[in-house]
């Protein structure tokens, strides 16, 4: 079962291989010239408005990327019409957000390059560009991907209280791996998580009625009250929330590191991934290191943004993000 499984891996890292080697850089050069370009300007309108955009399409892009690769399959909506829902609506994508700045960059290249630029293209070339905007590295990805034909709710994506290793597990079958795991965590030092996250390490850790020990104590305490004074909502969207990386919120820095090195990780994962043997090396090292972590941020975003995607005839170019061109 091992050398299938082995074998399977390898399979799927060779066919990334090939399809990726399809994509190219300036694939729009001739068809839409200046489709980067409208990309980065509307990003940076939002930016500017609103820096939390990094994050919500760091996570975005991942959520799309770790499902059925990186085709935008997350961007569809549900239909209750036909009892079909999609992956958007899924349980552990009802928090992610960034929808309606890929919709406006879709509308405006649609209105100058009709059915040219696809969704999967414009989730990663965005996600790069907000990423340069919040300080972090800036890279030159591949573009050529298409839009997939299928989104659903069965989405089996790792959680914030699996282990390290379960973690590790996932990004292996998906073509990543250890250290492109690490990094890619790194994405948290301009992330933010509600409270049904974290709120058992901070009251009742594993049903212990005290809080979780490998958390800072004065955090524990600022975490509490955050959780527990807060007025009732609505949405989960609108509940309470926290910056995963208490010191630089809105920076792609090392500093993410520095904190769960001393001990201030918000979720249970980033506190783990300073902990277990696996991870902590490369942790150290992030953190002392903040031009090791830039180089390997942007060596895996380009490789997460290469995911089993779809090229040549395969998918469609999506006229409109949410709904695919012939719905069935």
Known sequence: MKIVALLLVFLCYFFQIFVSAQLKIGFYNSSCPNAELIVKSIVQKRFKNNPSITGALLRLHFHDCGVSGCDASILIDSDSSKNQISEKDSAPNLTVRGYELIDEIKEKLESICPLIVSCSDIVTLATRDAVALAGGPTYTIPTGRRDGLVSNSSVDLPGPNESV????????AIGLNKFDMVTLLGGHTVGVAHCSFFQSRVSDFRGTGRPDPTMDPKLVKKLFRLCTTSKPVTTLNDAPKT???????????????????????????????????????????????????????????????NINVLVGNDGEIRKNCRAFNNPN
């Not at 290793?165 to 292996?172: A, G, N, T, V």
């Open 243 to 305: 910056f995963l990386d208490q010191n630089t919120s809105f920076i792609v820095d090392n500093q993410y590191y520095n904190q769960i090195s001393k001990k201030k990780g918000i979720l249970k994962i980033d506190q783990e991934l300073a902990l277990d043997k696996l991870s902590a090396p490369i942790v150290a090292r992030f953190a002392n290191n903040g031009n090791a972590f830039r180089k390997s941020f942007a060596k895996s975003m380009i490789k997460m943004g």
């Open 165 to 172: 290793s379960e973690i590790l597990r996932f990004f292996r």
